[in-house]
């Protein structure tokens, strides 16, 4: 589970920079959709490192905090983004 953890944190970052550096608009919000699916398997395999005790309650509380905030960032950078698209 924790190597899950790992391999999902760590592609949201990676998916972003590839975004930064997107060729396209469509590109782009491709990209960060994709750091917006990996963040949200990454709540889920904190959630579940907190259930089964690996990680204590105060260290999952944390990342769980830190984990929606960057889900709110990437959910209304993804709207946006697609939103302008129409437009």
Do not use: H
Request: glycine share 6%; net charge negative; proline share 1%.
């Amino acid at each position: 589970m924790s190597r899950q953890l790992l391999k999902s944190g760590t592609s949201i970052g990676a998916n972003v920079k590839e975004a930064i550096r997107g060729q396209t608009k469509p590109d782009f919000g491709a990209k960060m959709n994709i750091a917006l699916k990996e963040a949200s398997e990454t709540e889920y395999w904190i959630e579940l490192l907190g259930e089964t005790g690996y990680l204590d309650e105060r260290m999952t509380e944390s990342l769980l905090a830190d984990c929606v905030e960057l889900l709110r960032l990437l959910t209304s950078i993804v709207k946006t983004t697609f939103s302008e698209k129409n437009k």
